[in-house]
């Protein structure tokens, strides 16, 4: 019953969709970090070191956020300047550069992850848990399709196991920047987490 | 069940999901149409002009990718130098600015629009048709929490019916660029995609 056509133009319609949803998505992140005197790419290099633990190194800060090692560069170049982030060279090996946390982005990284927080939640709650898992898995495939155009050969298995492992990370680093939905002192008590959800 | 830090994780991950997604997306279409000497902003303005028609107000241009106009401004005015679009000012109103394709982007544009639509295909379809519009809906869902959180008090049910005309005309548009899938002989005796569905 569908045509070629209909078929099609739901691709591009979808194709389309993707690059909308981005577009906003960047909107949202920008309203909220500027705010904190952020921009988003500022913040995106925040939250990596914060994630992938202090000292960064600037190639793992890159890999993470899906970007160049020299576009990070150029990024952190003005976070030094700016009193965000530090850089350092490795003791071993100085050609490896590292990245921490300056007295601006040590301040700026809570408040604006918090408030960050609260907006991904307010746009991706309304949704129910279970479009959210379906939309995670579908975007999961569509994801593994691009990589394996961008990079043929890729091992797929393996990339999915590493974001297991990234999954459970997140979850350590959530939980010390404090959700505001879970009360303190149920979180310090070791009751991770064990309230009715929200909403 | 699901507890509250479950549910945070989801959102966030889903949030760096469509992060992840768009980036790739990026890196599939850059991959592509650099082949043709473009770079994906480049050939985002020229498909917006193919879809808006020629002349395209530059104020238009901006809406559909949704960006500024000052950002498209200034891609604009590097693709005028490089031969790829051509900029003139409304007869009437000499503040209106039009964009319309010069030589290199009118030979450009149709060649590297197949090869998008092949990279689309390629990478979409291995989806279900079902599983394209549940991620189609879905997406849908959060563009417009996006778009109201961005702009309180917008009118979401004009914004979706903008869009049905929208996919409408993109139909029109696509038709007209021609479908690999859809041999040339049948689409113009005007049996528009009546053949049965590729794969």
């Known amino acids: 019953m569908k045509t070629?056509?209909?078929?099609e133009v739901l691709t591009l319609r979808l194709w389309r969709q993707l690059y909308q949803t981005y577009t906003l998505l960047k909107l949202c992140e920008n309203k909220t970090v500027e705010e904190y005197g952020l921009t988003?790419?500022?913040?995106?290099?925040?939250?990596s070191i914060g994630y992938l633990g202090e000292p960064a190194r600037i190639t793992d800060i890159a890999r993470w956020l899906e970007r160049s090692t020299n576009s990070i560069s150029m990024i952190v170049d003005r976070m030094?300047?700016?009193?965000?982030?530090?850089?350092?060279?490795?003791?071993d090996d100085r050609r490896v550069v590292y990245v921490s946390f300056a007295s601006k982005g040590q301040k700026a990284i809570k408040p604006a992850t918090r408030a960050m927080f609260d907006v991904v939640r307010k746009i991706l709650l309304?949704?129910?848990?279970g479009d959210r898992i379906s939309l995670f898995n579908l975007l999961g495939t569509v994801k593994y399709e691009m990589?394996?155009?961008?990079?043929?050969?890729?091992?797929v298995e393996k990339m999915k196991r590493d974001e297991s492992k990234q999954a459970?990370?997140?979850?350590?680093?959530?939980?010390s920047y404090g959700l505001p939905s879970i009360?303190?002192?149920?979180?310090q008590s070791g009751k991770k987490g064990r309230t009715t959800r929200r909403k």
């Open 40 to 47: 988003t790419e500022q913040y995106a290099v925040l939250t």
């Open 126 to 129: 309304p949704l129910p848990h």
């Open 168 to 175: 459970a990370k997140a979850t350590k680093w959530l939980s």
């Open 183 to 187: 009360p303190q002192a149920k979180r």
């Open 147 to 155: 990589l394996q155009y961008l990079n043929p050969g890729i091992d």
């Open 80 to 91: 030094v300047k700016a009193s965000l982030v530090k850089r350092t060279r490795g003791k």
């Open 4 to 7: 070629d056509l209909k078929s």
